[in-house]
């Protein structure tokens, strides 16, 4: 291991070789069809690739980008298909700090009526194998609870019918029910946001317009204040996503079926919120995607009412709403069929349920203060080989995609890609066991551990480590 000397030209050359450049927001599709039927909730590996599942089906599908990290260009790949019997439509899930993948519960499964399901099941990407998970004792249904990974890296979810949580120890794979101490309502419905403070945040479904903090050291629940405005949809009790922002706020936006969706603002410092302007045109996301963008924006997808195409698309700058151009099919989806993933790029990985999968690309670039440092890395590496890399915000300043109960597609974990200088070809090297999974980690020093593909190229090249579509600069490294 060595300290390490950045520089930030090559590091440019690099950002602009993944994502070209853009002079406005717009969608792209990839270029190769989906092969199945509904590309619904999608994960990003921390080789790079992302799992995408065809949904209310066992179906998974791996796409994986080109060699200069192009992902419009991506190609699809099917992986082994979940355990017999389990097809989940709405649930948990999460990539794990070892970078296996958990899929937790489902509201349907495989077509079935409502069942609410307490089926789940681990993915490991190595052996290409899904293992039954049994449920948290006691527990005869999960359906689509809402959950988080902890920094330590323990799963959470809640029971939807009360209080009552459950984490999951990764390593021992068993259960621990904590009774949900101060929780004033059900988890049902909600959205859970991990802060960098420790806590998780949720604003109430139930008893609207009431936030609650988890914390995470004591394994209470305590009050978060009041939302001022109804973000919930008094009938459904639906509700919309919130995202994390850079300033250490959060961005929690409403599901009114009546007039336009309301939308509040967390200060994580005061502990209170402040109203925020309504969604433009009489627009709510009563379930639907939203994500931070490398500028610090957060992209929205709404739509009228209840489950009424069609979807709008907007930035919100942390002040107010900005159109953006919409995939082709928004004329005819309604929020909830979206689901959104924020790509190494900085790119968003967006699905409808359809074959017309897309790619969001934003026009603003990020902020110089969010991006992570790499303070140590090994000065030459071998194929197949795995190396440890050091330095700061390798978790992101915000988990990336957001939906709340129904889909969790966070990716607040490290990403390492080696850059061969010859021809310019991109490597993702498979990240695990990251010293944490916590989120805007700030000038605490951070770790994870890189497997260098045993085909990737030979000579100079340079390392660089991406944290929720932000790069670092470029640090040299031969590969021999």
Known sequence: MKIVRSF???A??????????ATAQHWTPIKNKAPFASPSTSLLLTDGTVMVQDGDASDWWKFTPDENANYINGTWTQIASLPTGYGPLYYASAVLQDGRVIVEGGEYNLGDVQVETNLG??????????????????????????????????????????TEDAQLDPTTMTWAVLPGTGK????????????????????????????????????????????????EDP????????????????????????????????????NSWTAGPDIPNGLDIADG????????????????????????????????FTAVPAPKNAPNDPSFVGRMLVLPTGQIFWTDGSTDVEIYTAAGKSNAAWTPTITSAPSTVTPGQTYTITGTQFNGVSQGAYYGDDAQMSSNYPLVAIRNRKTGHIFFCRTHDH??????????????????????????????????????????????
């Open 8 to 10: 930030s030209i090559s």
């Open 12 to 21: 440019l050359t690099l950002l602009l070789s993944l994502t070209g450049i």
């Open 121 to 162: 099941a681990i993915y490991d990407p190595l052996a290409n194998t899904w293992t039954p998970l049994s449920p948290p004792p006691g527990w005869n249904n999960i359906g689509d609870a809402p959950s988080v990974v902890l920094p330590d890296g323990t799963f959470m979810i809640g029971d939807i019918y009360n």
């Open 184 to 231: 004033q309502d059900r988890n049902a419905e909600e959205g859970w946001n991990l802060l960098p403070n420790n806590t998780v945040l949720t604003t109430d479904a139930l008893d609207a317009p009431n936030a609650e903090k988890f914390v995470i050291s004591t394994g209470d629940w305590v009050n978060a204040g009041n939302t001022i405005v109804r973000l």
């Open 235 to 270: 009938n459904s009790q639906e509700i919309g996503p919130a995202v994390l922002l850079p300033n250490g706020t959060v961005f929690a936006t409403g599901a009114n079926s009546k007039g336009a969706g309301h939308t509040s603002t967390y200060s994580i410092a005061s």
């Open 289 to 320: 995607p939203a994500t931070i963008l490398p500028d610090g924006n957060v992209l929205i997808q709404a739509s009228p009412g209840i489950y009424k195409a069609p979807s709008s698309f907007f930035e919100y700058n942390g002040t107010s």
């Open 435 to 480: 010293s944490t999974m916590g989120v805007g980690t700030g000038s605490t020093p951070v770790s994870t551990n890189f497997d260098v593909p045993a085909s990737i190229e030979t000579g100079a090249s340079d390392i660089v480590v991406d944290a929720v579509g932000i790069h670092s600069t470029l640090v040299p490294i031969t590969v021999q």
